[in-house]
Each structure stands twice: as structure tokens, then as C-alpha cells.
């Protein structure tokens, strides 16, 4: 390595010390502003994969820290997925419960899906008023919502009214601006590409 090539690494490494410097001072100062110590909710939205894969990540975080959950899967349970044979087996501190109806579509009888979908809140609803519950998930929630099948305020007087240190975890495609506005974080997760249009099938393990 020639001297000047010596001296272009040495002013690289300065710059990148600098930058690094300056991000971490940012970053620092977030951290220091930010005082509030309370649960927070969380809406996992938007038409791509990995809404409900990223919630049942927060899932088996807060296991991790022994801390107890509930989790209430509005239209799944109809079909086997990887995730809830798992919790079943091996995570006591996690209570689940699915609607078990499987997609509406397939149904295809509203009056059976609207008293199912009352049923299932019933249990969300009583997990939300439960300050034992550290993390509460309603995995596509927002469907009820879009449907009509549940009362959009009553849902979002829920997760308001819920004990300050529970956190909640919405996930599904839409739920209304209502919704967005009362959630403290919003993630619109993108569709770019997706498997399934190019006639891959749902894989286990992946996909369910």
C-alpha cells in the first residue's frame, strides 16, 4: 500500500468515526427524551407478507422475559400452523385462542361468521381488561372490522382502556383511520413480491 493509500484509509476511517459519532449522539439524546414507561399499541398493517409472522416475534420476545400473553387469532385456526403447535407444546405463560372458522369466503355464511367473530371478542375483550397480560396479540382483527362483524369503537375503547403497562398487537390488512390514530406504532407492510403469485405453494414452516 502506497502512502497516499494509507493516508485515503486513514481519512475514511476518520469520516466514518465522525458520522458514527454524530448518529450515536442522535440516538442518545432520542433515548434520553424519551421518559413515558407505559404498554404500547401496535398495528401491523398493509397487503404484504409478515404481519402476523412479525407479531408472533413480539410473541416469543415477551416470553423470553417470562412475561405472560394472550394471544386471540380472528378468521385462522381452521388449518395447522408451526407457531401455534409450538406455544401449545412448549410456552405455558401463553394463553391462545382462535375463532376456528377459517377465511370468510370459505364459510360463505355471515349470520355463522358475525356469531363467531362476537364469541372470539369476548375473549379479546377480556384479555384487554386483564392487567396480568403483558402482550396481548388480535391477529386479523382488522377483517372484523371491515366486514361490520365487530363495532369499530367498541374495539378501539378497548385497546384504549386497556391496564397502562399491557401492550397490544393488531395486525391485518385495513382497519380504518380510527384504528391507526390510536395505535402508538404503524407499520404499512409493502407487498413487493409474493411466492404465492407465481404458483408456489404455502410451505410449512414459511407460510404456516
Given amino acids: 500500500m502506497t502512502i497516499n493509500q494509507e493516508d485515503d484509509v486513514k481519512n475514511d476511517q476518520q469520516l466514518h468515526k465522525e458520522k458514527m459519532q454524530k448518529q450515536k449522539e442522535r440516538v442518545d439524546a432520542q433515548i434520553a427524551k424519551n421518559s413515558i414507561e407505559r404498554g404500547v399499541a401496535i398495528?401491523?398493517?398493509?397487503?404484504?407478507?409478515?404481519?402476523?409472522?412479525?407479531?408472533?416475534?413480539?410473541?416469543?420476545?415477551?416470553?423470553?422475559?417470562?412475561?405472560?400473553?394472550?394471544?386471540?387469532?380472528?378468521?385462522?385456526?381452521?388449518?395447522?400452523?408451526?407457531?401455534v403447535n409450538f406455544i401449545n407444546d412448549h410456552c405455558p405463560n401463553a394463553d391462545i385462542f382462535q375463532m376456528g372458522t377459517g377465511f370468510t369466503w370459505n364459510t360463505q355464511d355471515k349470520a355463522a361468521d358475525i356469531h363467531a367473530s362476537e364469541e372470539t371478542w369476548k375473549v379479546a375483550a377480556k384479555m384487554l381488561a386483564d392487567a396480568s397480560y403483558d402482550l396481548v396479540v388480535?391477529?386479523?382483527?382488522?377483517?372484523?372490522?371491515?366486514?361490520?362483524?365487530?363495532?369499530?369503537?367498541?374495539?378501539?375503547?378497548?385497546?384504549?382502556?386497556?391496564?397502562?403497562?399491557?401492550?397490544?398487537?393488531?395486525?391485518?390488512?385495513g382497519g380504518g383511520r380510527e384504528l391507526?390514530?390510536?395505535?402508538?406504532?404503524?407499520?404499512?407492510?409493502?407487498?413487493?413480491?409474493?411466492?404465492?403469485?407465481?404458483?408456489?405453494?404455502?410451505?410449512?414452516?414459511?407460510?404456516?
Fill in 43 to 83: 398495528l401491523m398493517t398493509g397487503n404484504g407478507k409478515g404481519k402476523t409472522s412479525s407479531a408472533f416475534g413480539m410473541v416469543f420476545r415477551a416470553l423470553g422475559y417470562g412475561q405472560k400473553v394472550g394471544i386471540v387469532q380472528f378468521i385462522k385456526g381452521a388449518q395447522e400452523s408451526g407457531e
Fill in 180 to 208: 391507526r390514530e390510536v395505535m402508538d406504532t404503524v407499520s404499512d407492510v409493502k407487498n413487493i413480491k409474493h411466492g404465492y403469485k407465481a404458483g408456489i405453494k404455502a410451505r410449512r414452516g414459511v407460510d404456516c
Fill in 138 to 173: 388480535l391477529d386479523e382483527l382488522t377483517y372484523m372490522i371491515g366486514y361490520k362483524y365487530l363495532d369499530r369503537s367498541m374495539i378501539i375503547d378497548a385497546i384504549s382502556q386497556r391496564p397502562i403497562e399491557q401492550s397490544v398487537v393488531v395486525t391485518g390488512r
